[in-house]
């Protein structure tokens, strides 16, 4: 089997919002397509495609997932190509979807089998920086509406933005926090807006509130910050969504020692990447939870990877924020796999688990 074409396609938004999705298909000669989704920005994501990557692709098996990303993200012979970790993860998940097909497996027994195929989502919800507690509360009800039994409240403060507006912030989550029931567990992300002071200040003020985990407290380049606020406070402390690679995560580890690790499975370059980054994680008695705010192709990736993890004790990430509601995105597949209740169930079916509809696809497709 070989690759004949790699194609990047925009899709419609959904109502209300700006910016679709890009559409990633990896087709072969013996008529198998791999799916994935790719990063914003389809005339550069594109002009990687076509001018650098399909050169050095086609003609090659696509059935050999790592070394296709070992060629792209750190190069071959004269070729030190070493493309971005989102344009590479967009590829790789698309050749493991056309591997599994292939085989006529699920990814995840390619992975080595799930643990569980039942994984419960967290209902995660941002922009707090520009929001008031009442708003992020109502975001917070339509999910518990919806049946989810987990939560987290994101700031989106960014390292621009740093210690602008602690004490709203801890008004968000204690106006969702009163509103739970106990047993519901809300976390609360930072997005790397705090200091080293202002976050371990922040961090006992979480605790005495029962926050579930304390996600990206400081900038993430500043892991030596980072290893004080794990060391002060009792509370989980997770991060991990900016880094571009299983060597980060190393470092990440050695330096700012986080509680838990939550890999992007685009940004940190794809199943390749991600698998060896949770393989890290359960060496070193560390807990993982992805960061995967969406819901498509990328977040049945993270799934599948997900599932295999012994230490997969946390429920996944889920967010209609950046696709648009279920209903949206389920329309261009013919059998959807969509969350009922707060719990998403993978099937046995090869690769993903997913087919596009072609026609769904094609009315969808603006550019």
């Known amino acids: ?5 790699i194609k990047v396609n925009q899709l419609k938004a959904a ?11 990896v087709f072969t000669d013996e008529g198998i397509v791999g799916y994935s989704e790719g990063s914003r920005g389809l005339s550069v994501f594109r002009a990687y495609v076509d001018d650098m990557i399909k050169p050095l692709l086609v003609g090659m098996s696509p059935l050999q997932p790592r070394q296709i990303w070992e060629t792209l993200a750190l190069g071959t012979g004269e070729l030190a190509t070493r493309f971005p970790s989102q ?16 085989a006529n497996l699920p990814v995840y027994a390619l992975l080595g089998g799930a643990r569980r195929t039942e994984i419960p989502l967290y209902w995660s919800r941002g922009n707090g920086w520009k929001k008031e507690p009442e708003e992020m509360l109502e975001e917070v009800q339509e999910g518990y509406e919806k049946g989810y039994r987990a939560f987290k409240v994101r700031m989106d403060w960014r390292d621009y933005r740093q210690d602008a507006n602690p004490t709203k912030d801890m008004a968000i989550f204690q106006k969702c926090r009163e509103w739970l029931p106990d047993d519901v567990p809300l976390g609360f992300d930072a997005n790397c807006g705090y200091s080293v002071s202002t976050a371990i200040e922040q961090g006992r003020k979480l605790e005495e509130m029962g926050a579930a985990h304390f996600e990206e407290p400081l900038p993430q380049y500043d892991f030596p910050g980072l290893r004080q606020v794990v060391n002060a406070l009792d509370i989980a402390v997770s991060t991990g969504e900016q880094e571009i690679s299983a060597w980060r995560f190393r470092d990440l580890m050695m330096l700012g020692n986080p509680d838990i690790l939550q890999p992007d499975i685009l940004n940190v370059g794809g ?3 991600v698998v060896r980054v949770f393989e890290m994680a359960v060496t070193n008695n560390k807990v993982v939870m992805p960061h995967s705010p969406s819901l498509g192709l990328n977040s049945l990736a993270s799934l ?15 967010s209609e924020e950046f696709t648009g509601p279920v209903a949206h995105v ?4 013919v059998d959807p796999i969509v969350p009922e209740n707060g719990v998403i169930k993978l099937n046995d079916r090869p690769g993903l688990g997913v087919e596009l509809d072609e026609k769904a696809l094609a009315a969808a497709i603006v550019a």
């Open 15 to 25: 109502e209300g919002r700006t910016g679709g999705r890009l559409i990633v298909r």
């Open 304 to 318: 599948h990877a997900y599932s295999t993890v012994t230490n997969a004790v946390r429920p996944h990430e889920f």
């Open 1 to 5: 089997m070989k690759i004949t074409d």
């Open 330 to 333: 389920a329309a261009l597949f």
């Open 87 to 102: 344009i590479v993860g967009a590829i790789d998940v698309a050749c493991w979807d056309i591997m599994g097909k292939a």
């Open 271 to 273: 199943l390749s990447e």
